[in-house]
């Protein structure tokens, strides 16, 4: 069985390695078959794709896309796209445009709460001029002494509750599902088993990424416990719904989980790779 990795991030989001270093990492710990999948951004995959045929291993063009839905935050991975389709990169561009100004926010949040500069502080961490993520905030604090890693830093400052929150209006499930078929993509709900979210508000929200044209829910992934594997692999089942997995690989020293860490695909789902 060949090795699946469909989920990770390189400079071109929050990642802390450039694309073929992200790749050669991955292949490296003996994964077959790796997307590339930068928030909101589609720039690393030409780099990517040539760094897999060097290493001899096969890629998918991926990306993660931000979604509001109801009051929360959700990720879509995108798999299997053109990165040339315009609509696709048109909404792409339409969702990084309000990170700039969120930053802004987050900053005077955290300026209230009596952190100054972090804007600027972020910024020293910011690795693409087209995007500007909560991850270089946290590493900024933790540089800062606000907290010793960037897990406490989300924990205590950048999520709901806590001083340096802002909400935000990303795209709506549907738009995201649409531009990445238009792209001739599958989508895929991320790590679910990271929202704050009741029995029925998941079932809702299954229901409507079913019925909005969705195509699969990452079953395996760092966010999930091993108990979680099974929940998801059966909501999976339920909802006609294919599996994926991912790392979410961030950088080295950072996350959950590194490459070639995803154990194997419950059985009785089918995977969404299915007919790749
Ligand atoms: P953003 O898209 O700017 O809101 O940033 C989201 C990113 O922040 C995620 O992709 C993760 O890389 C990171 N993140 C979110 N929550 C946590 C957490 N609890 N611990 C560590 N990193 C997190
Ligand atoms: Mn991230
Ligand atoms: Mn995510
Ligand atoms: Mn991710």
């Known amino acids: 069985m060949p090795r699946y990795d469909l989920h990770c991030h390189s400079t071109h989001s929050d990642g802390l390695l450039p694309p073929a270093a992200v790749v050669a990492r991955a292949a490296a710990r003996g ?3 790796l997307a590339l999948t930068d928030h ?32 929360i935050t959700l990720h879509i991975v995108a798999l299997q796209i053109d990165p040339r389709n315009s609509t696709l990169t048109e909404g792409l561009d339409a969702i990084r445009a309000g990170r700039l100004t969120r930053a802004r926010r987050i900053a005077d949040a955290l300026a209230v709460a009596g952190i100054a500069g972090a804007y600027e502080g972020a910024q020293k961490y910011v690795t693409s001029e087209r995007l500007i993520a909560r991850t270089h905030f946290a590493r900024y604090l933790v540089e800062a002494g606000y907290a010793r890693e960037t897990k406490d830093v989300f924990k205590r400052y950048l999520t709901r509750g806590n001083p ?33 979210i009741n029995a029925s508000g998941m079932r ?9 044209g969705g195509d699969a829910i990452e079953v395996l992934s760092p966010s999930h416990t091993p108990s979680q594997y099974v929940e998801f692999s ?18 080295p020293g950072e996350g959950w989980m590194d490459f070639g860490d995803l154990p194997e695909m419950p059985a009785g789902v089918v995977p969404v790779w299915k007919d790749w």
């Open 164 to 196: 340096g929150y802002v909400a935000h209006q990303w795209a709506t499930l549907s738009q995201a599902v649409g531009w990445i078929h238009a792209a001739g993509g599958q989508a895929v709900l991320a790590h679910l088993g990271r929202h704050d």
């Open 234 to 251: 059966t909501r999976a089942r339920v909802f006609g719904l294919r599996a994926s997995c991912g790392s979410d690989w961030h950088g």
């Open 31 to 33: 994964v077959d078959v």
């Open 204 to 212: 809702r929200l299954l229901a409507e990424f079913r019925d909005t």
């Open 40 to 71: 909101d951004e589609v720039t690393g995959l030409a780099e990517a794709r040539e760094a897999a045929a060097d290493a001899g291993i096969t890629f998918v063009c991926g990306s993660e896309l931000s979604v509001s839905w109801e009051d």
